[in-house]
């Protein structure tokens, strides 16, 4: 812990004065504006402005200018595309020869525990915004990363109508992302897209019972500055298993409801999110080739989650939380989201602090969990403790560490997360990233 303390001061030190700029990604092109605009500290997290631009269905325009026509045509005239490009370093200290092997490389030299480079490990085209007056989109086109993960990795297509004060949105979407991608606002970790910092697993409840699932549905959701709800029918699978399904056998169903006023400078956020009914068919995607029996599967999880974004003494401060429990088996039928008997469940918290505001923040993470499984007559127990830093050499460009330290009876003799058992990977985690739009 020490050693990467001090490495990770080091880090921001060699970049305590580099300057800060305007980014240019395919939203900053549409409106003209900045980043910053939208984003609160960073990307994912939105500001009052970028959640109404969000739930306005990515149509709102700038200066530039559009081709109109006959039947709604309304388009910009260019269309707005960005590239994304992360590269990592990634370390585990789990038992050394447990990663995949390929011809003349062994297993050792590939594994994270060993520390692992991915240049990239995610490298993104995005084709992004106004499609008409009130329809966008938001294709995200992975090139490079996991092997076999190139195409289309999330894809969404907002239909979105003005009612009163309120705007109604029908969203069909696909994607690794889980089904909160649909439409959410929170950056409590509900969806991957929506996480404040790499490791998830540090604070996010929905990360921890397992919501991040490949999905396909159709998000169905009434905002406005104060509230929104959403409700979801969902497959799991994206785009290419989906096709496969038995609508009559598959019935996923995922709502949101969320209340977000303005208290004293402060952005707040109260939601609650649950999942139910059963959102696989007869094909395994956790498993796959094998059968699953559709009546013995369930969705069962339900998450209560918080954020606050304000200031303190000038700094910039986000505040995420969150508590959820996904019930254990009963009389045989397993839930997506636990495998165990007992009750997994979780509480997770970070601070995001922006010590320079816009350039330096830094982040602290808890998270105490039960597993689900019997250890010694009692609920396992999963905790973590996060520290980051993020440092914007400019605003579209971006450098994170984030180390995770884990604990509790998952990682002790004979707990299924044992650092000494072939196959794992440890009890911590170290993330290095850069990550660049344009």
Same mark, same amino acid.
Request: glycine residues 14%; proline residues 4%; contains cysteine.
């Given at each position: 812990?020490?050693?990467?303390?001090?490495?990770?001061?080091?880090?921001?030190?060699?970049?305590?004065?580099?300057?800060?700029?305007?980014?240019?990604?395919?939203?900053?092109?549409?409106?003209?504006?900045?980043?910053?605009?939208?984003?609160?500290?960073?990307?994912?997290?939105?500001?009052?402005?970028?959640?109404?631009?969000?739930?306005?269905?990515?149509?709102?325009?700038?200066?530039?200018?559009?081709?109109?026509?006959?039947?709604?045509?309304?388009?910009?005239?260019?269309?707005?595309?960005?590239?994304?490009?992360?590269?990592?370093?990634?370390?585990?200290?789990?038992?050394?020869?447990?990663?995949?092997?390929?011809?003349?490389?062994?297993?050792?030299?590939?594994?994270?525990?060993?520390?692992?480079?991915?240049?990239?490990?995610?490298?993104?085209?995005?084709?992004?915004?106004?499609?008409?007056?009130?329809?966008?989109?938001?294709?995200?086109?992975?090139?490079?990363?996991?092997?076999?993960?190139?195409?289309?990795?999330?894809?969404?297509?907002?239909?979105?109508?003005?009612?009163?004060?309120?705007?109604?949105?029908?969203?069909?979407?696909? /994607?690794?992302? *889980?089904? &909160?991608? $649909?439409?959410?606002?929170? +950056?409590?970790? @509900?969806?991957?897209? %929506?996480?404040?910092?790499?490791?998830?697993?540090?604070?996010?409840?929905?990360?921890?019972?397992?919501?991040?699932?490949?999905?396909?549905?159709?998000?169905?959701?009434?905002?406005?500055?104060?509230?929104?709800?959403?409700?979801?029918?969902?497959?799991?699978?994206?785009?290419?298993?989906?096709?496969?399904?038995?609508?009559?056998?598959?019935?996923?169903?995922?709502?949101?409801?969320?209340?977000?006023?303005?208290?004293?400078?402060?952005?707040?956020?109260?939601?609650?999110?649950?999942?139910?009914?059963?959102?696989?068919?007869?094909?395994?995607?956790?498993?796959?080739?094998?059968?699953?029996?559709?009546?013995?599967?369930?969705?069962?999880?339900?998450?209560?989650?918080?954020?606050?974004?304000?200031?303190?003494?000038?700094?910039?401060?986000?505040?995420? /939380?969150?508590? *959820?429990? &996904?019930? $254990?088996?009963?009389?045989? +039928?397993?839930? @997506?989201?636990?495998? %165990?008997?007992?009750?997994?469940?979780?509480?997770?918290?970070?601070?995001?602090?922006?010590?320079?505001?816009?350039?330096?923040?830094?982040?602290?993470?808890?998270?105490?969990?039960?597993?689900?499984?019997?250890?010694?007559?009692?609920?396992?127990?999963?905790?973590?403790?996060?520290?980051?830093?993020?440092?914007?050499?400019?605003?579209?460009?971006?450098?994170?560490?984030?180390?995770?330290?884990?604990?509790?009876?998952?990682?002790?003799?004979?707990?299924?997360?044992?650092?000494?058992?072939?196959?794992?990977?440890?009890?911590?985690?170290?993330?290095?990233?850069?990550?660049?739009?344009?």
């Amino acid at each position: 812990m020490k050693k990467v303390a001090l490495s990770l001061a080091g880090v921001l030190a060699a970049v305590a004065f580099a300057p800060e700029a305007s980014a240019v990604p395919a939203f900053a092109r549409q409106t003209g504006m900045a980043c910053s605009a939208c984003h609160f500290q960073s990307f994912p997290i939105l500001t009052s402005f970028g959640k109404s631009f969000k739930m306005s269905g990515f149509t709102m325009m700038g200066a530039q200018g559009k081709v109109e026509g006959e039947q709604g045509l309304s388009i910009p005239e260019t269309l707005n595309m960005a590239v994304v490009a992360k590269l990592r370093y990634k370390r585990t200290n789990g038992t050394e020869g447990t990663g995949p092997t390929s011809p003349g490389v062994s297993a050792a030299h590939i594994s994270t525990n060993s520390g692992r480079f991915d240049f990239p490990d995610e490298f993104a085209l995005f084709a992004a915004g106004r499609v008409s007056e009130n329809i966008g989109a938001l294709v995200e086109i992975s090139i490079a990363g996991e092997p076999g993960n190139a195409g289309i990795a999330n894809f969404k297509f907002p239909f979105v109508f003005d009612a009163g004060n309120m705007k109604l949105g029908v969203v069909p979407f696909s /994607g690794d992302a *889980g089904v &909160a991608y $649909g439409f959410d606002l929170f +950056a409590t970790g @509900s969806n991957t897209t %929506g996480r404040v910092i790499e490791n998830a697993e540090g604070y996010s409840t929905a990360k921890y019972l397992g919501t991040f699932t490949p999905v396909t549905g159709i998000a169905l959701y009434a905002a406005n500055d104060d509230f929104h709800v959403n409700f979801t029918p969902w497959a799991q699978g994206d785009q290419t298993t989906a096709a496969g399904y038995n609508a009559s056998k598959v019935s996923g169903r995922y709502i949101r409801a969320a209340w977000t006023p303005s208290m004293a400078g402060w952005d707040i956020g109260v939601g609650l999110q649950n999942w139910s009914g059963n959102s696989l068919d007869g094909v395994g995607i956790d498993k796959p080739g094998t059968s699953i029996d559709p009546a013995a599967h369930r969705d069962s999880a339900t998450i209560i989650d918080a954020q606050a974004q304000g200031a303190v003494a000038d700094m910039p401060l986000g505040i995420y /939380g969150s508590f *959820g429990r &996904a019930n $254990g088996q009963t009389s045989g +039928a397993e839930n @997506s989201f636990n495998g %165990g008997t007992e009750t997994r469940s979780a509480f997770g918290l970070l601070a995001d602090l922006g010590v320079i505001p816009e350039t330096l923040g830094v982040q602290f993470g808890i998270l105490r969990g039960k597993t689900g499984t019997l250890l010694a007559g009692s609920n396992e127990t999963d905790n973590a403790i996060t520290l980051g830093a993020r440092y914007k050499f400019r605003q579209n460009v971006n450098m994170g560490v984030a180390y995770t330290k884990f604990s509790g009876d998952a990682y002790g003799a004979g707990g299924s997360k044992d650092a000494s058992v072939a196959g794992n990977t440890g009890d911590s985690l170290l993330n290095v990233t850069l990550i660049t739009s344009f």
